[in-house]
């Protein structure tokens, strides 16, 4: 029998395509696949990036003239002064772009890909057809959404969140002319194309892990992606709907959304009885499980890296799989707090406050314990190590913040200002491109068979974590002094002028920090093709991942696929051979041992 | 040098700390000029609380990064749960989150209870870009508004229709100009005619969407007389950001004479 | 959008989980590992359906709250409706004696039922298209009232899942001809299960719109 497994998976490797096209383009392979979603993404992340930017020079220096860019973007400059409906497009799709199509789709659907097969002991995905589906049904989604700048009155400008009836009237900003449909469309695209993912992973995960390896000997990474995929089946269909009745709304002349006896511009709007807040519940359905999303992938590398560059088992590995479980189960039962000044009842505000108040315990959870693995250990200070560090340290500022706005008497003052960017900014797009950056580093032997500069990595890393406190963490304090978000202009405002000073730094933060991506960008393909040789097992960690060659074949094991025996966070066992044991070895060691069984 | 990065990093999460509890230490607010000083209060609780959570936390950490980076002969331990000491902290951090929560709800409780009966009632409505004010006169009714009655030539910017008794008294202020009477309970009913707007006050703690389709009330008391701001926080169009209205607060004794001036 | 539904269909038995014979371990796997837990192909159309529940969820609770606003008038189902439904419960009660048919070697009446699944399928869009054409006639459009915004959307979506399921029979009829569908290789268990769900799922729409 052995010896026919043996054989099946070899005829699997040679079975890998070989033509560049099925090998490389319309791959099957869920490394290809996933490898192909990471590169989209940062793609994508450096268009939002650009938009960020633009953002901030505007936020900066609002009076001032730039007659340099406005000969670039025409479009969205009038005499060197950027246009406000421009301003609009740019923060509606610098938040969609970098939630969905760089967020969601670098750690989910790039890492996902990656990791799932190599941590679970498969030969692929479950349905390797249906994943390649999903990667080229992503790819137009992205070019609906790129391409929306170029058509009619521009992009979509009702803010990420596209609140209609901004969103459904196309006389209510420039944006919601076609731009808004472009918007809907891109965005089914890629619910269609992340719900293909979400059921390869959970396939995946419950029916074709390796022998010996239990759900409770999985890697957290691959809990979180479990967790996560569970989370976007049952959420982004919420928002599939409101898409799709949007887009009645806005050219089918229904009315779910848009109520009766309004005037805009002085012309009697025709719609009847919509509510504005049925989108608002149907959006924060999907949006707030959405942050679960972006943000368990990096709390399950954080976890991982952790454990294998301090040296250390993970501490309450248990309470971590269970914390996770606990955010992503009240996830869905939390949206309502994005919406304490909206009008809702004020009985369903207090409970969507208690639950809110309730989803700190887990997050405080994984802290302590993160905290816990650190004490007494031996910590390798490579570069994943440092994002690692840099997740745990967004976590912290980010989720305090939390406490703030999660009470809903304080979330008067506080909703719709910069405290609310900044908060998540620190905890759901900086804990998630942190833990992005981290995974890159960690994995990218499995990625590419080479090693990322460790020196170049370093100084990314110093940059990046700098500036990224500096841009968002003096944030709070115009916040808490009433700075709106989404503003254009805040000279306008008496009680925001001597803010100023505090919004060009943060400008010229946002600067550094997006000229310093640029070391990684150069890091990333330099090391692609020219880094140091990767070989099995570089980091000495014990996950099953590391126990093929750097880059793993077609089929992922050479051989047979080995069978698992412990967890993977066997370091520093007392007794073993070596600091680390890995995943498949029995030696009785460690979890093995008499005195934990 | 193997120890620098754990020892930058040490030092960098120490700098975080010092700086932001420095800056924590202002009171950024804008000075609060209404009666819901409970939300300062809570702000205030809250801020000692994640503060403290935040630097002993960020001190853990900036200390275990340092200490315990690789050096010849480190040993780390094996030792990777502890049921006791995880309860523990689950419960505690469990305990202050009931503690927050009961705070949040009286608080937020008092602040959405009716408005008392001898309140003042405004009207609050919305349109891209300016807020229109209306006074129910000494009926204390509003008169019928209509759509398609809206005219912005005529200065009728919410469609009242001035065929209805009860409006022939109403009060239209010129758009983005409130009066409110200092020490007396203001009760506002917010509308909208188009989009979502958000009616902001800053120094008030005041801040409740106007909903195209509803009309939503809020209320609180002016304690100082003064010149304020009105803004708009929630995103409504290319205007957004200049869509903003002044509050003057007058002693209640003139407040008629007031308004009756503005309206000249 | 039943996508992975256009994929190629199960190969697997799901009675014990290993491969049919004559048949190289398929897609990815733990080829080390022994009899999966359950099959993978069926557990990926459970977690489908699981999804498409929620999509339909999200819009009936749209609906129960939209109907609460003064402007909502009842909507009269069209009679063709009735037809329509028996057409489309005919069809699963159809496609069960088709499975019966292939577990007893009966493949020249499995055959049949299959294509009078298929029939009975194409009769329920046909109707469908019937009863919205019987609303236009009343003057019963898209936008002119919420509760006909929800029929023609909700029934439309529908209609779109029922769609892909017609794709995939196609596919089975095509493979019935061949004689590829296997008795015991449960080729039909899958696509019974995806058909029943939009015949339930039909149901909860009919009431949904005009019981409650």
């Known amino acids: 029998m052995a010896h026919a497994e043996t054989h099946a998976a070899e005829a699997h490797a040679a079975h890998a395509p070989q033509a560049f096209i099925w090998r490389y383009v319309f791959s099957k392979d869920h490394k290809v696949i996933g490898v192909q979603y990471y590169v989209t993404a940062m793609l994508m992340a450096l268009i939002a990036g650009v938009l960020a930017m633009l953002i901030r020079l505007q936020l900066g220096w609002p009076e001032k003239t730039w007659p340099g860019l406005g000969n670039v973007l025409s479009k969205g400059f009038t005499d060197g002064v950027m246009n406000p409906e421009f301003y609009a497009m740019l923060f509606t799709m610098h938040g969609t772009i970098m939630v969905f199509f760089v967020l969601s789709t670098a750690p989910v659907s790039g890492f996902g890909n990656i990791l799932i097969p190599l941590q679970c002991g498969a030969r692929d995905m479950a349905f390797p057809f249906l994943n390649g589906l999903s990667f080229w049904t992503f790819l137009p989604g992205c070019v609906i959404i790129v391409a929306s700048f170029f058509v009619g009155a521009g992009a979509a400008a009702g803010g990420w969140t596209s609140y209609p009836p901004l969103s459904a009237l196309r006389g209510a900003i420039p944006g919601s002319e076609m731009g808004q449909t472009f918007w809907i469309v891109g965005m089914v695209f890629f619910i269609a194309s992340f719900t293909m993912g979400g059921l390869n992973f959970v396939t995946t995960i419950l029916n074709l892990r390796t022998k010996g390896l239990s759900m409770m000997r999985l890697p957290l990474t691959i809990w979180a992606m479990f967790l996560v995929a569970v989370l976007g089946l049952l959420s982004f269909p919420a928002l599939t709907a409101g898409a799709l009745m949007l887009l009645f709304d806005r050219h089918f002349g229904t009315s779910f959304f848009v109520p009766g006896g309004l005037t805009l511009s002085g012309q009697v709007v025709e719609h009847q009885g919509g509510s504005p807040l049925l989108w608002q519940h149907l959006f924060w359905f999907l949006g707030h499980p959405e942050v679960y999303i972006l943000m368990l992938p990096a709390l399950g590398f954080t976890s991982d890296i952790i454990a294998a560059f301090a040296r250390r088992p993970i501490f309450g590995h248990k309470s971590m799989v269970g914390a996770m479980i606990a955010i992503g189960g009240l996830s869905f039962v939390v949206w309502g707090h994005h919406m304490f000044v909206s009008g809702m009842s004020p009985y369903l505000g207090m409970a969507f406050a208690a639950f809110t108040m309730l989803i700190a315990v887990p997050s405080a959870v994984k802290v302590f314990n993160w905290l816990a693995t650190l004490w007494r250990s031996r910590i390798i200070t490579k570069t994943p190590m440092l994002w690692a560090l840099g997740v745990v340290s967004l976590f912290i500022s980010g989720g305090l913040s939390g406490i703030w706005l999660g009470q809903s008497a304080p979330d008067i003052h506080f909703h719709d200002t910069y405290f609310v960017v900044a908060h998540f900014h620190l905890i759901m797009a900086g804990a998630a491109l942190f833990g992005v950056f981290g995974a890159t580093a960690m994995w990218f032997p499995k990625m590419f068979g080479r090693m990322m500069n460790d020196g170049l990595g370093k100084l990314h890393f110093w940059f990046t974590f700098i500036a990224y406190y500096c841009t968002f963490f003096p944030m709070h304090y115009i916040g808490i002094a009433g700075h709106m978000r989404r503003i254009y202009d805040p000279y306008q405002y008496e009680f925001l002028k001597g803010l100023q000073p505090i919004n060009q730094f943060i400008t010229i933060s946002a600067f550094v920090l997006g000229a310093s991506q640029v070391i990684f960008f150069v890091n990333f393909f330099w090391s692609a093709f020219k880094g140091e040789k990767a070989s099995e097992n570089p980091w000495h960690a014990g996950g099953l991942e590391w126990t093929t060659p750097s880059p793993p074949p077609h089929g992922n094991w050479p051989g047979e696929i080995p069978e698992v025996h412990r967890w993977p966070y066997d370091y520093s066992v007392p007794g073993a051979e070596k600091d680390y044991v890995m995943q498949t070895d029995p030696t009785p060691v460690g979890q093995l041992s008499k005195a934990h069984s | 040098m193997a120890r620098l990065q754990g020892l930058l990093f040490g030092l960098a999460t120490l700098v975080l700390v010092v700086v932001a ?52 002969g480190a040993q780390a331990s094996y030792w990777h749960d502890d049921p006791r000491l995880e309860w523990s902290w689950t419960l505690v951090t469990a305990a202050i989150m009931f503690g927050f929560l009961f705070h949040a709800l009286g608080l937020w409780a008092q602040v959405q209870s009716p408005a008392p009966p001898d309140a003042m009632v405004i009207e609050v409505t919305g349109q891209q870009f300016a807020w229109n004010i209306r006074y129910p006169g000494p009926d204390g009714v509003f008169g019928r508004t209509d759509a398609k009655l809206v005219d912005p030539a005529a200065l009728n910017f919410i469609g009242l229709d001035k065929s209805d008794p009860s409006a022939a008294d109403d009060v239209l202020m010129p758009q983005n100009q409130l009066y409110l009477p200092q020490g007396r ?76 001036a503005a309206i000249e | 959008m039943p996508l992975e539904v256009l994929e190629a269909p199960p190969v697997r038995d799901a009675g014990t989980g290993s491969p049919p014979p004559g048949r190289e371990a398929p897609r990815g796997g733990g080829d080390s590992r022994g009899p999966l837990p359950f099959d993978p192909t069926r557990f990926g159309l459970m977690a489908f359906l699981g999804s498409a529940s ?34 489309l419960l005919a069809s699963s009660v159809c496609l069960e004696a088709a499975r019966r048919r292939l577990r007893a070697w009966d493949l020249a009446g499995m055959r049949a039922r299959v294509d009078a699944t298929g029939a009975l399928g194409v009769l329920f869009v046909v109707g469908q298209a019937f009863a919205w054409r019987a609303l236009a006639a009343q003057g019963i459009y898209l936008s002119t009232n919420p509760s006909s915004s929800f029929f023609y959307l909700l029934s439309g979506i529908h209609l779109v899942h029922l769609a892909g399921g017609l794709a995939w029979l196609a596919v089975l009829v095509t493979r019935a001809r061949r004689m590829t569908v296997v008795p015991g290789a449960d080729g039909l268990g899958l696509f019974a299960l995806y058909w029943h769900f939009l015949g339930a799922l039909w149901l909860y729409l009919l009431v949904v719109l005009f019981v409650i």
């Open chain 2, 21 to 72: 509890t420095v800056l924590f230490t202002t009171d950024w607010l804008p000075p609060l000029k209404s009666d819901r000083l409970g939300i300062d209060h809570s702000i205030f609780i809250t801020l000692l609380v994640t503060g403290f959570v935040f630097i002993a936390t960020n001190l853990l950490l900036a200390f275990f990064a340092w200490r315990y980076q690789d050096a010849p």
């Open chain 2, 185 to 260: 309970p203001v009760k506002l009913r917010i509308r909208s005619l188009d989009v979502i707007h958000s009616f902001f006050l800053p120094n008030f703690r005041v801040k409740q969407d106007a909903m195209p389709g509803m009309a939503i009330e809020t209320w609180f008391v002016p304690k100082e007389a003064g010149e304020y701001e009105i803004a708009c926080a929630e995103h409504c169009g290319l205007g957004h950001y200049r869509m903003k209205g002044q509050v003057h607060v007058v002693p209640a004794a003139g407040f008629d004479a007031a308004v009756a």
């Open chain 3, 54 to 87: 929620m999509l339909f969820v999200g819009f009936t609770s749209a609906l129960m709250l939209r109907r609460l606003s003064p402007d909502w008038q009842p909507l009269r189902p069209p009679g063709v409706l009735l037809l329509n439904t028996l057409a």
